[in-house]
């Protein structure tokens, strides 16, 4: 399988334009044309991370955190840092990130912290972006109008809820006169046509213009495709960073923090208590990874625990003054990507019927421990 093909099906459930913007997503490293047998899927990009690929003999390496989140300023082998860079050029392994987009998207890593937590009811902490709905309208001659409308549900035009492949069509009569350039699929040169055409309507988010005007263009028999395209005031989705939501029932403050600790599988995390303490957690915030610039929106949404990785020392304090408890349980409880996006992969694999292998990387890249 061509390493692109394996990326277009990625962007489909977690597109680059999700990312917080100056995000670094994408690919890093080699070329996604090339075929792919191998992929594997790990958190950070660390010279054991490397070792493991090239023994591994993959392919495609896919990661939450950017390897080059700072532009590099020389790419010597002397450097145990940059050499890694180098081994993956010399081993031909290409390396993607996905990275705040993974954060953002629906049924992304938040969501699955708040189903490891029993969190319900969630919501996004902080919106991130706004999808907008588009119509197309294209005119096809009628013999082509049920071909057309499968195309258009198949990348994606017409789902409206629990509804897809939703179009509306109407029949009339479609005039042109080709000029002697033309090569018309019906009709001669300077002879005026009429075809009795079908006008076909659907709707779709803006974000699928491109793929949905391509497949529209592939289906239609014409040289020239007549359609419009308008935008609607109807909003598609929300995104956003972060989730806000319940506990079933209230626990105790020390019931709560062992849960986080049992759920994630933690040696130890580390608990900023609020001066003014509260008795009981109901409203759990998450954010994984550093999301301490957050934490006055899981205020602003009730939360009575905050949860997120590499909170800093002052900022702690500031915490601590909220009544609001915070817990810190490490940046690397977001290791859990690497099994969920596997078994993502694994149901594309069945759905698309590829021919690739994936892996989880089995390397800890967690630098902490506890003594
Ligand atoms: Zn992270």
């Known amino acids: 399988m061509q390493g692109s093909k394996f990326i277009q099906r990625f962007n489909q459930y977690c597109p680059e334009w999700l990312a917080e913007e100056g995000d670094p997503v994408g690919l890093h490293i080699g070329t996604l044309n090339k075929e792919v047998d191998r992929i594997m899927m790990g958190l950070d ?105 499968e195309a258009l549900a198949k990348a994606g035009a017409g789902e409206q809820g629990n509804y897809q492949a939703t179009s509306f069509t109407v029949n009339g009569t479609g005039r042109f006169t080709p000029n002697e350039e033309a090569n018309p699929t019906i009709g001669s040169s300077n002879v005026p046509e009429q075809v009795q055409e079908s006008k076909i309507e659907v709707i779709f988010p803006e974000t699928k213009q491109t793929d949905i005007v391509a497949a529209m263009l592939a289906a239609h028999p014409y040289e020239e495709p007549a359609y419009d395209i308008y935008h609607l005031d109807n909003l598609a989705e929300n995104f956003g960073i972060g989730r806000v939501g319940e506990l079933k029932e209230a626990m105790s403050t020390e019931d709560f923090i062992a849960k986080v600790k049992e759920v994630f599988v933690l040696e130890g995390l580390r608990v900023v208590y609020p001066h003014d303490s509260k008795k009981s957690i109901k409203r759990v915030a998450i954010c994984g990874g550093s999301g301490e610039k957050f934490y006055r929106d899981a205020l602003a949404a009730n939360a009575d625990v905050y949860i997120t990785g590499d909170v800093y020392y002052h900022t702690a304090h500031d915490m601590q003054e909220t009544g609001m408890l915070v817990i810190d349980p490490g940046h690397y ?28 990387s089995e390397t800890s890249t967690n630098p902490f421990s506890f003594k």
């Not at 319900?120 to 001659?141: F, N, Q, R």
């Not at 990507?337 to 149901?347: D, G, N, R, S, T």
Request: hydrophobic residues 45%; proline residues 4%; contains cysteine.
């Open 333 to 360: 409880i977001e290791s859990l990507c690497k099994e969920k996006m596997v078994a993502l992969f694994e149901q594309w694999k069945n759905e698309e019927g590829w021919k690739v292998d994936f892996f989880v």
């Open 45 to 149: 990009v660390r010279p054991a991370v490397v070792e493991e690929a090239i023994e591994k003999k993959i392919d495609l390496l896919i990661v939450k955190h950017p390897p080059i989140f700072r532009p590099l300023s020389r790419l010597t082998t002397d450097d145990v840092q940059t050499k890694m860079y180098a081994d993956l050029i010399k081993n031909d392994i290409a390396v993607y990130a996905a990275h705040t987009n993974m954060d953002i998207i629906h049924n992304g890593l938040n969501d699955w912290f708040c189903e490891m937590l029993e969190v319900v009811d969630t919501s996004y902490l902080i919106h991130t972006h706004t999808v907008k709905m588009k119509k197309l309208a294209v005119y096809v001659p009628q013999t082509d109008a049920k071909k057309m409308r």
